[in-house]
């Protein structure tokens, strides 16, 4: 048991989830994402006060923020599909490979440092970043979607990418979906819907890997899922989403790619700090 915390600060670390909740609920429905980019760092600041040692207090974040995207990611992906911009078929032959990709890294959370997951986190968030900002049409790989293997590997990269940035891996779907020319707002729909089944299993990945540590890590967890944050956080982000979903389809295509840029920049500029 993780002691020297005073019910004071414990409250205050509630208050602090809770308004993390409502952020990533709101970009859960904006961009498409399962608003763990948020909830890892607010996650991370609160594990550390308590005092989760650093061997693992990363990946307690990282398995947490999956198991708490899971129903704000069905909430998100239900209202953008409301709005009939969902591509058809994407999540059908993604599903598969995507979780796969998240049996891996949940696998890898089992014995990697943390600085994986942190390193991992920056150089595919600043990516998307830059082709959003600065790119535009130009990073195109092509007109449509390819089929085949690439499709499967894709969705395998994101299932793997998502499950070590701790993330539903919309970010990373929607990057893909703009690479072949698809507009934004259909990207974001669709990355939503691609985030339920790789959140799912990813939790249930970061479970079973984080039980062979239980006793490092702080009171209320449940492998790499701490079950106070799953509780407190959950369902205000789930309940919140719908309205960032909402604000999504009202925005320009290109307020939307700069704001989500500007985003991911600084959230990575956040976690370079943390490995210096």
């Given at each position: 048991?993780?002691?020297?915390?005073?019910?004071?600060?414990?409250?205050?670390?509630?208050?602090?989830?809770?308004?993390?909740?409502?952020?990533?609920?709101?970009?859960?429905?904006?961009?498409?994402?399962?608003?763990?980019?948020?909830?890892?760092?607010?996650?991370?600041?609160?594990?550390?006060l308590l005092?989760?040692?650093?061997?693992?207090?990363?990946?307690?974040?990282?398995?947490?923020?999956?198991?708490?995207?899971?129903?704000?990611?069905?909430?998100?992906?239900?209202?953008?599909?409301?709005?009939?911009?969902?591509?058809?078929?994407?999540?059908?032959?993604?599903?598969?490979?995507?979780?796969?990709?998240?049996?891996?890294?949940?696998?890898?959370?089992?014995?990697?440092?943390?600085?994986?997951?942190?390193?991992?986190?920056?150089?595919?968030?600043?990516?998307?970043?830059?082709?959003?900002?600065?790119?535009?049409?130009?990073?195109?790989?092509?007109?449509?979607?390819?089929?085949?293997?690439?499709?499967?590997?894709?969705?395998?990269g994101i299932?793997?990418?998502?499950?070590?940035?701790?993330?539903?891996?919309?970010?990373?779907?929607?990057?893909?979906?703009?690479?072949?020319?698809?507009?934004?707002?259909?990207?974001?729909?669709?990355?939503?819907?691609?985030?339920?089944?790789?959140?799912?299993?990813?939790?249930?990945?970061?479970?079973?890997?984080?039980?062979?540590?239980?006793?490092?890590?702080?009171?209320?967890?449940?492998?790499?899922?701490?079950l106070i944050?799953?509780?407190?956080?959950?369902?205000?982000?789930?309940?919140?989403?719908?309205?960032?979903?909402?604000?999504?389809?009202?925005?320009?295509?290109?307020?939307?790619?700069?704001?989500?840029?500007?985003?991911?920049?600084?959230?990575?500029?956040?976690?370079?700090?943390?490995?210096?």
């Amino acid at each position: 048991m993780i002691l020297g915390v005073d019910w004071h600060e414990i409250l205050w670390l509630a208050l602090a989830i809770i308004v993390g909740g409502v952020i990533a609920g709101l970009l859960a429905g904006l961009f498409g994402i399962g608003g763990g980019s948020v909830i890892v760092p607010v996650l991370y600041e609160v594990f550390r006060l308590l005092g989760v040692p650093d061997e693992v207090r990363l990946q307690l974040c990282v398995g947490t923020s999956i198991a708490i995207i899971v129903p704000t990611a069905i909430r998100s992906y239900l209202a953008h599909r409301a709005k009939g911009l969902v591509i058809a078929g994407v999540i059908r032959r993604w599903a598969l490979p995507a979780v796969v990709g998240v049996a891996v890294g949940a696998a890898i959370a089992a014995f990697a440092p943390s600085a994986v997951f942190t390193l991992a986190f920056v150089v595919i968030a600043s990516f998307i970043a830059m082709k959003l900002l600065f790119a535009g049409d130009r990073w195109n790989l092509g007109a449509d979607l390819p089929g085949g293997a690439p499709m499967t590997l894709y969705g395998f990269g994101i299932g793997l990418g998502g499950s070590l940035m701790g993330v539903s891996g919309g970010a990373l779907s929607t990057i893909v979906l703009t690479l072949y020319g698809k507009p934004i707002h259909n990207a974001v729909a669709t990355s939503a819907g691609i985030g339920v089944p790789i959140t799912i299993a990813g939790a249930i990945g970061f479970i079973l890997a984080g039980l062979p540590h239980q006793a490092l890590l702080p009171p209320f967890s449940l492998g790499f899922v701490s079950l106070i944050g799953l509780a407190l956080m959950a369902p205000v982000s789930s309940f919140v989403a719908p309205y960032g979903a909402r604000l999504a389809h009202r925005l320009s295509r290109r307020t939307l790619e700069v704001a989500f840029g500007c985003f991911l920049l600084l959230v990575s500029l956040r976690f370079v700090v943390s490995l210096i």
